[in-house]
Every structure is written in structure tokens, then in C-alpha cells.
């Protein structure tokens, strides 16, 4: 049977979670499910390829919903998971565990999620009784182990969920301790978005003959997405995003900022414009996070700014409009952001608020997704006048590196301790010293902007005739709007969008 005529009737799952299936609406296995199940039910590690949005989750949670329930606990205790499954951010944890109940509902599995950031008291109760399937953020689990209240002697079954990610906020650490809290004998699942060095390693030492699956080609984006960008002075962004949603009249805006200051700024002048809008950063607490996240999802809400660590996972259906507001340092991190729109089948659109100091940021990107993303002017724009200089942003790293995901220095103190959720950051890993912002974000907004500057002479040279090769247009063009006042952009007088 070829991986296209695969049906969930073919995959043999337990008649109770084929029901759970039929109530999602699901009707046909996706990719990433059509392999994945197979290969889990046979009782094999697993090491697969695949992104949020591709149906990973219930790639891994039916085929291990099935195995529990077909095998009962050799001895069962209270606090004793049989099956763990570690995942980077605590919306992720939330939702991975909302998965497992929604699959396993005509189950009698008890399933527990645990992290960070809120408190620990109603999870030690938890403990005291029966759980099978644990949904944990790697500081959190480490916190119960140490304390006792959580035996993990009886995993049979280990899940690390977007592992690329976890490596990224500096909980290879925290994996080792809790990998070393593990019996011996068990099934490995490893979920990557990407395959770094880190993971190949992590991999090699973790998984036993592992089956291969991969879905997406990485650093791709879907074709349902349509990408633009449009050219903006940084200062104008705020308004510019404001005019779109009114004047557009989205409903479901994600926008994604650099920072978590900049999450607030950004959602405060939204507020201000009339637009309702939240922030979703490692800053907010737990329960301000889940509001904020429920009511998006549900639609009351039609503006989420976050940042990347916050928003990283969360599985929002055809999301129509994501908004970057800023250009990420990392492009794969573009690729993700973009993941969110456009998925299970959907369109949607990606917009980028770009601003000329931005431009090398931009091309990277356009490197990496091998595409050039069209520059959209908006003719029903009028910036307004008189705005208020804004006040200098943090800097960014150096190009292509994340805020926090500098090399470390093991066994050096506290300092180089992987992060814990709940602490006052976004859930990431540690950052060089050199690299830190600063703890106050006034004292940060004080910081002149020293980063963002264009890489290299190309972007500032001088506009070169047309018929060039691909990457070469786009220089000239990248060129000839670094010459022009970008304000000249936007037509004084409302009308239509249009293509360059
Ligand atoms: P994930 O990649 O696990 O975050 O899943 C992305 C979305 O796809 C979720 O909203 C799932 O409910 C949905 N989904 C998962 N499997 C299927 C399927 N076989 N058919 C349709 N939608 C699915």
C-alpha cells in the first residue's frame, strides 16, 4: 500500500481511539501519521522529521494511547508515568496533554500536563494519584524529581516533542538529568522540526535503531501562505499595522515582535487605536498567557502579539493573517513564524513590517526559502503626521543568532544553569554575557540600536539597472528603496493595494 492510500482503518488503532478520530473530523492519516504510527506500534524508536501543523502530535499520541492500553502497568503507583513526554514551552505542554485527552477519550488513561510559572501545590496533588501519560516542560519535571513527588522508574515510553527547540533554550542539561532518571529499557520517540549537529547527537545517544520519518522538507514554506512584505520606517510600523486590520478587517491577527517589551509597546498602541489585543510572553503570567490564548482561539480576541518562544507551538487552525513585525535574526525562525497560517489544507497570508535597516534580514530569509517575497505598497495608507520620535530599541545580536542561544560554558555556576520556567524570560535558554539585554527594560529602551544595521555594502549601493539574476534584482530593488523616504511609499490618498 503506497503512503497515500493509507487509511486509519489500515493502521489497526484500538476501536476506542478510532472513535475519538471519527469525532475530530479526521478522515485520512497525514504523512507524518500514515509513517509514524506504524513504527511506534511495532515498539521501535522513532526519529521524525516534521513541524508543527503536520499532525505530528497525533503521529505519536494514538500510536502510544494504543500501546498503553494494550499492554496494562506491570506496577502501577501513584506519581509513576508510564509514558513521558517532554516538550519546550508550557502552551505546547498544554496543548500536547489537550491532544491526548481529545485521542484517548473513550480511554480510561489518566494523562497530567506540568510546568512552570504556576503553582506547584495542585500538581504535587496530582501526583498523589494514578497518571500514565505525562505532558511536562523539562525545569518543572526536574523540580517534582528532585522533590520527590514524581517516580519516574516506570517510563516505558519517551517522547522529546520539537527537541530542536529544547536545544535551542538551552535544556540539553535538563533532557541529560531526566534522561538519566529514566529506566534503562524503553521506546524513544525523537520530534525534530530540523536536524542540527545537536540533534544528530542527541539522537545517536538516545535512540536504538530508530525508524526514519521526515514529512516537510525543512526551511520550506507551504505554498497556501502568501507572503508580502511591506516597507515601512520602523516608527510607522505600529500605525501601519493598525490601518491594516481596520481597513482590512481582519479578525485573527498573530504578530509576532522581537521582544517582549516590544510585545507590550505594540499591544498598547493597539489598545489604543481600538483594536483589542494581547501579549503572550515568558514576562506574563501562566493564567494572563491561557486568557489571552483561549480568546484568540475562540475569536473574541482578534490581535495576539508574542514573541517566538511564546508562540512556538501553539496550534491555532487556519489562522488567516500573521503579521512580523519585525524581521526575525534567525530566518529559520521566519519559516516557523509563517507556519502558523496556512495549515491543515488553509490559506492564509504572512506579512512582513519591514523596515530598510531590516533589508539583510530580509534577504537571508529569501535565501533560505529560495523565493523572493513580493514588496506590497499600501495605497490606503497615510501615515500621520507629527509622530513622536520613537525611543531607541534593544539591539539585536549578531545576524543569524537568537537572543538566547549562545554557546555555554558547562559546570561554571548558576548562571549557566539551563532556565526554568516561570522565570522572568521568555522560557529560553541562557545568553552569553556579552549578548544579555539588560534586566530593565528602560534601561534597555535607553540602549542605542546598534545591530539592525545593514550587513554589508550591498544593500546601501546604488541602484543597478534590471535584468539581473534573481538575487541580484532583488539587491537593486533592496537598493533603490534605501534611496527613497519611505513615507513616499504610501499614497496620500486612500485606494487599493497593489503590487509592485
Ligand atoms: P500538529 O502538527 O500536531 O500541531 O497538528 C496540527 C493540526 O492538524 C491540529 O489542529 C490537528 O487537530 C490537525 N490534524 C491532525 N491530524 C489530522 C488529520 N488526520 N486530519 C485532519 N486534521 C488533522
Given at each position: 500500500?503506497?503512503?497515500?492510500?493509507?487509511?486509519?482503518?489500515?493502521?489497526?488503532?484500538?476501536?476506542?481511539?478510532?472513535?475519538?478520530?471519527?469525532?475530530?473530523?479526521?478522515?485520512?492519516?497525514?504523512?507524518?501519521?500514515?509513517?509514524?504510527?506504524?513504527?511506534?506500534?511495532?515498539?521501535?524508536?522513532?526519529?521524525?522529521?516534521?513541524?508543527?501543523?503536520?499532525?505530528?502530535?497525533?503521529?505519536?499520541?494514538?500510536?502510544?494511547?494504543?500501546?498503553?492500553?494494550?499492554?496494562?502497568?506491570?506496577?502501577?503507583?501513584?506519581?509513576?508515568?508510564?509514558?513521558?513526554i517532554?516538550?519546550?514551552?508550557?502552551?505546547?505542554a498544554?496543548?500536547?496533554?489537550?491532544?491526548?485527552?481529545?485521542?484517548?477519550?473513550?480511554?480510561?488513561?489518566?494523562?497530567?500536563?506540568?510546568?512552570?510559572?504556576?503553582?506547584?501545590?495542585?500538581?504535587?496533588?496530582?501526583?498523589?494519584?494514578?497518571?500514565?501519560?505525562?505532558?511536562?516542560?523539562?525545569?518543572?519535571?526536574?523540580?517534582?524529581?528532585?522533590?520527590?513527588?514524581?517516580?519516574?522508574?516506570?517510563?516505558?515510553?519517551?517522547?522529546?516533542?520539537?527537541?530542536?527547540?529544547?536545544?535551542?533554550?538551552?535544556?540539553?542539561?535538563?533532557?541529560?538529568?531526566?534522561?538519566?532518571?529514566?529506566?534503562?529499557q524503553r521506546?524513544?520517540?525523537?520530534?525534530?522540526?530540523?536536524?542540527?549537529?545537536?540533534?544528530?547527537?542527541?539522537s545517536?545517544?538516545?535512540?536504538?535503531n530508530?525508524?526514519?520519518?521526515?514529512v516537510?522538507?525543512?526551511?520550506?514554506?507551504?505554498?497556501?501562505?502568501?507572503?508580502?512584505?511591506?516597507?515601512?520606517?520602523?516608527k510607522?510600523?505600529?500605525?501601519?499595522?493598525?490601518?491594516l486590520?481596520?481597513?482590512?478587517?481582519?479578525?485573527?491577527?498573530?504578530?509576532?515582535?522581537?521582544?517582549?517589551?516590544?510585545?507590550?509597546?505594540?499591544?498598547?498602541?493597539?489598545?489604543?487605536?481600538?483594536?483589542?489585543?494581547?501579549?503572550?510572553?515568558?514576562?506574563?503570567?501562566?493564567?494572563?498567557?491561557?486568557?489571552?490564548?483561549a480568546?484568540?482561539?475562540?475569536?473574541?480576541?482578534?490581535?495576539?502579539?508574542?514573541?517566538?518562544?511564546?508562540?512556538?507551538?501553539?496550534?491555532?487552525?487556519?489562522?488567516?493573517?500573521?503579521?512580523?513585525f519585525?524581521?526575525?535574526?534567525?530566518?529559520?525562525d521566519?519559516?516557523?513564524?509563517?507556519?502558523?497560517?496556512?495549515?491543515?489544507?488553509?490559506?492564509?497570508?504572512?506579512?512582513?513590517?519591514?523596515?530598510?535597516?531590516?533589508?539583510?534580514?530580509?534577504?537571508?530569509?529569501?535565501?533560505?526559502?529560495?523565493?523572493?517575497?513580493?514588496?506590497?505598497?499600501?495605497?490606503?495608507?497615510?501615515?500621520?503626521?507629527n509622530i513622536?520620535?520613537?525611543?531607541?530599541?534593544?539591539?539585536r545580536?549578531?545576524?543569524?543568532?537568537?537572543?538566547?542561544?549562545?554557546?555555554?560554558?558547562?559546570?561554571?555556576?548558576?548562571?549557566?544553569?539551563?532556565?526554568?520556567?516561570?522565570q522572568?524570560?521568555?522560557?529560553?535558554?541562557?545568553?552569553?554575557?556579552q549578548?544579555?539585554?539588560?534586566?530593565?527594560?528602560?534601561?534597555?529602551?535607553?540602549?542605542?540600536?546598534?545591530?539592525?544595521?545593514?550587513?554589508?555594502?550591498?544593500?546601501?549601493?546604488?541602484?543597478?539597472?534590471?535584468?539581473?539574476?534573481?538575487?541580484?534584482?532583488?539587491?537593486?530593488?533592496?537598493?533603490?528603496?534605501?534611496?527613497?523616504?519611505?513615507?513616499?511609499?504610501?499614497?496620500?490618498?486612500?485606494?487599493?493595494?497593489?503590487?509592485?
Amino acid at each position: 500500500m503506497s503512503k497515500n492510500e493509507i487509511t486509519f482503518a489500515s493502521l489497526n488503532l484500538a476501536e476506542p481511539l478510532m472513535r475519538a478520530i471519527a469525532d475530530a473530523g479526521y478522515t485520512t492519516p497525514t504523512p507524518v501519521q500514515a509513517q509514524a504510527i506504524p513504527l511506534v506500534l511495532a515498539g521501535g524508536d522513532l526519529l521524525a522529521g516534521a513541524q508543527t501543523g503536520t499532525g505530528k502530535t497525533a503521529g505519536f499520541t494514538l500510536p502510544i494511547l494504543h500501546l498503553l492500553t494494550a499492554k496494562p502497568a506491570t506496577n502501577p503507583r501513584p506519581g509513576r508515568p508510564r509514558c513521558l513526554i517532554l516538550v519546550p514551552t508550557r502552551e505546547l505542554a498544554a496543548q500536547v496533554e489537550q491532544s491526548v485527552q481529545t485521542y484517548g477519550k473513550y480511554l480510561s488513561l489518566k494523562s497530567m500536563v506540568m510546568f512552570g510559572g504556576v503553582n506547584i501545590n495542585p500538581q504535587m496533588k496530582a501526583l498523589r494519584g494514578h497518571v500514565d501519560i505525562l505532558v511536562a516542560t523539562p525545569g518543572r519535571l526536574l523540580d517534582h524529581a528532585g522533590q520527590k513527588t514524581l517516580d519516574l522508574s516506570g517510563v516505558e515510553i519517551l517522547i522529546l516533542d520539537e527537541a530542536d527547540r529544547m536545544l535551542d533554550m538551552g535544556f540539553i542539561r535538563d533532557i541529560k538529568k531526566i534522561l538519566a532518571l529514566l529506566p534503562k529499557q524503553r521506546q524513544n520517540l525523537l520530534f525534530s522540526a530540523t536536524f542540527s549537529d545537536e540533534i544528530k547527537t542527541l539522537s545517536d545517544g538516545l535512540l536504538h535503531n530508530p525508524g526514519f520519518v521526515e514529512v516537510a522538507r525543512r526551511n520550506t514554506t507551504s505554498e497556501l501562505v502568501e507572503q508580502s512584505v511591506h516597507m515601512v520606517p520602523q516608527k510607522l510600523k505600529s500605525h501601519l499595522l493598525s490601518h491594516l486590520i481596520k481597513h482590512n478587517d481582519w479578525k485573527q491577527v498573530l504578530v509576532f515582535t522581537r521582544t517582549k517589551h516590544g510585545a507590550n509597546r505594540l499591544t498598547e498602541k493597539l489598545i489604543a487605536d481600538g483594536i483589542p489585543a494581547a501579549a503572550i510572553h515568558g514576562n506574563k503570567s501562566q493564567p494572563a498567557r491561557t486568557k489571552a490564548l483561549a480568546q484568540f482561539k475562540d475569536g473574541t480576541l482578534p490581535v495576539l502579539v508574542a514573541t517566538d518562544i511564546a508562540a512556538r507551538g501553539l496550534d491555532i487552525d487556519m489562522l488567516p493573517h500573521v503579521v512580523n513585525f519585525e524581521l526575525p535574526n534567525v530566518p529559520e525562525d521566519y519559516v516557523h513564524r509563517i507556519g502558523r497560517t496556512g495549515r491543515a489544507g488553509s490559506s492564509g497570508a504572512a506579512i512582513s513590517l519591514v523596515d530598510k535597516e531590516e533589508l539583510s534580514y530580509l534577504r537571508d530569509i529569501e535565501r533560505l526559502i529560495k523565493r523572493e517575497i513580493p514588496k506590497v505598497a499600501i495605497d490606503s495608507f497615510v501615515p500621520p503626521t507629527n509622530i513622536a520620535e520613537e525611543a531607541p530599541r534593544a539591539p539585536r545580536p549578531p545576524q543569524g543568532q537568537r537572543r538566547n542561544s549562545g554557546p555555554r560554558t558547562a559546570g561554571t555556576g548558576n548562571r549557566n544553569q539551563p532556565p526554568r520556567e516561570g522565570q522572568a524570560r521568555d522560557g529560553q535558554g541562557p545568553k552569553p554575557r556579552q549578548q544579555r539585554e539588560p534586566r530593565n527594560p528602560q534601561q534597555r529602551e535607553q540602549q542605542p540600536r546598534t545591530g539592525s544595521q545593514p550587513r554589508n555594502s550591498q544593500t546601501s549601493a546604488k541602484p543597478r539597472p534590471p535584468q539581473k539574476p534573481a538575487d541580484q534584482q532583488h539587491l537593486s530593488e533592496a537598493a533603490r528603496h534605501q534611496a527613497m523616504p519611505q513615507p513616499a511609499l504610501f499614497s496620500p490618498k486612500p485606494g487599493v493595494r497593489r503590487g509592485r
